[in-house]
Each structure stands twice: as C-alpha cells, then as structure tokens.
C-alpha cells in the first residue's frame, strides 16, 4: 500500500508562484508513474504533469510555467508552480500509477485571485 499526502496550496495572487509537495509513504514513487491532476469547480479532472523514471511531461496549459521534480531521499514529488494564472485555481491531486496499481491522495486547493 502506498499512501500519498499532498500539501502546499492556498491563495495566490496571479503572477505568484506556490510550490505543491506529494509526501509518499509505504512504498518508494521511483516503481511508480508519478502524475500530477487537478480539477476545477464544474471541469473534468485533467493531467497536468506527468513524471516516469525520469521522462517528464507536461499539458500544453502549463508548459514553460509549472515544473515536477522529485526528491528520492525525501520520497517526495514536487510541483513548482509560476506565473499562476486565474484559470489555474483548482483542488490538485497526486497519482501514482504503476505494477497494477493506482493511488491518490485527497487533494490541496489552489486558488488563484487578486
């Protein structure tokens, strides 16, 4: 069992930066797929950053502004977020994926206002 713990958000006004964190426990991220979704009020949940075995993907909305990294010590995923855009207010959630196995965590809001 793994089990993933998401921290970090808040309110930001646009142009700032928040930097989100996953906490992994039980089982190391580096066997996993390690995702980055968010889902804003009235939308479908969507990726927005992806990392696997170093391979790194991000959706076109957030290229070049958010950035994933992973600290294999701390057994923790980063998602560094800059120039923060209204439209990026949104809960923002952790995936791991892989061997068979899917887990979330529950969440940590962003909201972007002035």
């Known amino acids: 069992q793994m089990h993933l713990e998401e921290s970090g958000g808040g309110l930001v006004q646009p142009g700032g930066s928040l930097r989100l964190s996953c906490k992994v426990s039980?089982?190391?991220?580096?066997?996993?797929?390690m995702y980055w979704f968010r889902e804003a009020p009235g939308r479908a949940r969507e990726s927005v950053a992806q990392?696997?075995?170093?391979?790194?993907w991000y959706a076109d909305s957030v290229n070049g502004r958010f950035t994933i990294t992973t600290d294999n010590d701390k057994n923790t995923v980063y998602l560094q977020m800059n120039n923060l855009k209204v439209e990026d207010t949104a809960v923002y959630y952790c995936?791991?994926?892989?061997?068979?196995?899917?887990?979330w965590g529950k969440g940590t809001l962003v909201t972007v206002s002035s």
């Open positions: 995936n791991a994926d892989g061997r068979g196995e899917g887990y």
């Open positions: 990392w696997s075995g170093g391979s790194i």
């Open positions: 039980g089982r190391s991220f580096t066997y996993y797929g």
